[in-house]
């Protein structure tokens, strides 16, 4: 069975004060690894699709990066804007269904 | 802009009643159509997957009479939520790849519908 366990459950930075999340995942023939943030009371919003290890992608402040075991979302120089919770989800080989972790709750602090 | 809406965003129903909530592909054709469930502090749970002309495909656990999914056209999934009850109530919310994207383009979520059945 496909697993993915997300932690820190919650982080609070100060802006500016860069950190990582961390998605660690098993699944049988990875497909993709997506990160979403998903905003209270909204759907999850596509950051980025990772799909072998050594890949990284990057956008503004956030960069993903993936081994053959886990997934990092560095934040860099965070503004309180990029407060929100950050899902990170996995999806096998000759299957659609994603399967999510719980988030981290990030908190940006001014 | 939002590529899949989801309709309505806040619904508060009485207990026995029966709930619709619908999903729209913008812009695209969905032949697939996925409903999700949320928790609070929990993760997103697949409930079932629509497919346009054929029976959805439910997930273990799920009561398919419970949760009757339509998909009647490539651009509209519905799902009804009948005979709501308070354990019912929940964060849903729907899915859909843009085909266009090949096998990996990402999901793209609605905005999520909050019920309160009371």
């Known amino acids: 069975e496909d697993q993915v366990t997300q932690s820190p459950e919650a982080l609070r930075l100060q802006e500016g004060e860069s950190s990582s999340l961390n998605c660690s995942y098993t699944v049988s023939g990875l497909r993709g690894l997506f990160w979403y943030r998903q905003d209270p009371g909204k759907g999850p919003e596509f950051l980025f699709t990772l799909y072998s290890a050594g890949e990284e992608k990057e956008k503004e402040r956030l960069k993903a990066t993936l081994t053959k075991k886990e997934s990092f979302l560095h934040i860099t120089a965070p503004k309180p804007e990029d407060s929100a919770t950050y899902l990170c989800a996995v999806a096998p080989f000759g299957n659609e269904k994603l399967t999510f972790g719980t988030g981290t709750r990030l908190t940006i602090i001014p | 802009g939002a590529v899949v809406s989801q309709h309505p965003s806040r619904v508060i129903c009485k207990s026995g009643t029966s709930v619709k909530i619908e999903c729209r592909s913008l812009d695209f054709q969905a032949t697939t159509m996925f409903w999700y469930r949320q928790f609070p502090k929990k993760s997103l749970m697949l409930m079932a997957t629509s497919n346009e002309g054929s029976k959805a495909t439910y997930e273990q656990g799920v009561e398919k009479d419970k949760f009757l999914i339509n998909h009647a056209s490539l651009t509209l999934s519905t799902l009804t939520v009948t005979s709501a009850h308070p354990e019912d109530s929940s964060f849903y919310i729907c899915?859909?790849?843009?085909?266009?994207?090949?096998?990996?383009?990402?999901?793209?979520f609605g905005n999520g519908t909050r019920l309160t059945v009371t």
């Open positions: 899915s859909a790849r843009d085909p266009r994207g090949g096998e990996n383009s990402p999901l793209h």
